[in-house]
Nanobody, 125 residues
Framework: VQLQASGGGLVQAGGSLRLSCAAS????????MGWFRQAPGKEREFVAG????????YYADSVKGRFTISRDNAKNTVYLQMNSLKPEDTAVYYC???????????????????WGQGTLVTVSS
């Protein structure tokens, strides 16, 4: 299984970025997908998750209303649209995949089976 995250970069506060994560080596439509982030000196934290078919999503309180997770099962890709970015959103963002039928709060668990390499998002004030 390979997960390739992309789309990170430098953006001013209030701006937007769209992250993508292309998956291979798995039956993508049978995996829950998640986005996580790790800021310098901090532990990795959950950001957003989406169920197999995309009909169920779950967000960390810190990003709710600003970030949107979506997936295109035909393209084996999951996205994270990030709007109204804040300096505290600065982190390396990772995508992750898990074959369990996760929904709701379950999407927010840390124990996903597969992880990508991360993409850096820097938000300047």
């Amino acid at each position: 299984v390979q997960l390739q995250a992309s789309g990170g970069g430098l953006v001013q506060a209030g701006g937007s970025l769209r992250l993508s994560c292309a998956a291979s080596g798995l039956t993508f439509g049978s995996y829950a997908m998640g986005w996580f982030r790790q800021a310098p000196g901090k532990e990795r934290e959950f950001v957003a998750g989406i169920s197999w078919g995309g009909g169920n999503t779950y967000y960390a309180d810190s990003v709710k209303g600003r970030f949107t997770i979506s997936r295109d099962n035909a393209k084996n890709t999951v996205y994270l649209q990030m709007n109204s970015l804040k300096p505290e959103d600065t982190a390396v963002y990772y995508c992750a995949a898990d074959p369990a039928p996760l929904y709701g709060l379950g999407l927010g668990r840390m124990e996903y089976d597969y992880w990508g390499q991360g993409t850096l998002v820097t938000v300047s004030s």
